[in-house]
């Protein structure tokens, strides 16, 4: 079974969180949310 995970920005920490999650566990992540400079882009 996947563990589905949503990341809240998408920087260098949520990169690697992502990468590590991708490569160590059955993972999916449906939902990426990215802040860039005040603006929100879904």
Known sequence: MAIK???NG???IGRNVLR???QNY???APFIRRVRRGR???
């Open 5 to 7: 995970v949503g990341i």
């Open 10 to 12: 998408f920087g260098r």
């Open 20 to 22: 590590s999650a991708v």
């Open 26 to 28: 059955r993972m999916l």
């Open 40 to 42: 929100r882009s879904y």
